[in-house]
């Protein structure tokens, strides 16, 4: 029984998502509170995964958390937000289930271990996979089975979209205190089998403005991300939604790489500018182009995050002709770009 047990110790992983309506903005830093929805595509743990350890014990005197084998601050106010969040849903289970054998442990320390298989803070969304992992083992090891998205959220808004499979959205929500700022799954992983994903690495380095100061300035001086959410990305969940569940690979391709690059505007509409992408970026953006033009038809989208990295959706059958298209424009041999092929699962 777990009221016996002095130490227990939890491993989960969870998965990286890809957001094709982005977020980008909030309008509470301290909940995490987007200024718009966004829906994303979770993709498969065989390639990238965030794999966390979480242990309980009524000897630990206090919480610790090390990072790619590395002991970090575990005093960051994210990581305390996720810690606090998690521990107020325990004692909320406790007092509806007085026996729950598991109460006990609500009081006691927890020591974290978190790795990455993939590059962190490159643009390869890390913090997702990273916060919805620790949300979902913290709530293992703690006995929590309620909605995990706020404790997720309140790591790295994009997180609560990791932790499911499929297609999923952040619905904004309205309420001042965030309760309806929750994800959902969309479609589930098995929806449309043929979707494939693909990962253009360009470059595995730190980006120079992270996502959460890059989103303030945005917010603070950008007109057109105001515009974006509030008379653009509203239709544009709707009909990505559409896209997905009637399986359109041109509508979803099209408004994929639409809402990629508006929200690139909105950083180069910030003040001072933002700039994530690359001359690689731009010319795998116009290979994209060149590519649908020679089809007839949208046979292949790309998407780019906070960072010069391209991920291009394609159905399978598309994939060899447009995986040699890059070859040849990115030959190995002339250059350091490098080409993953990756599937969605969920998490
Ligand atoms: C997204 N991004 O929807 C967008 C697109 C980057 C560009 O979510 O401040 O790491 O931790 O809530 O979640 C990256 O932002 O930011 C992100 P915080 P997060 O995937």
Redesign the pocket.
Known sequence: MASEKTVVAVTCTAPV???VI???G?RDEDL?LPINS?L?VTLHQDQLRTTTTAVISKDFTEDRIWLNGLEEDVGQP?LQACLREIRRLARKRRSASDEDPAALSLSYKVHIASVNNFPTAAGL?S??AGYACLAYTLARVYGVESDLSEVARR?????CRSLYGGFVEWQMGERADGKDSIARQVAPESHWPELRVLMLVVSTEKKPTG??TG?RTSVDTSPLLRFRAESVVPARMAEMARCVQERDFPGFAQLTMKDSNQ?HATCLDTFPPISYLSDTSWRIVHLVHRFNAHHGQTKVAYTF??GPNAVVFALHDTVPEFVAAVRHCFPPESNGDKLCVFERERA
């Open positions: 998502n890809i957001a982005k977020y980008w909030k995490v966004s994303s994210r969304a913090s997702a790591g790295s808004g994009s997180a996502s959460t989103m929200f995050d906070a």
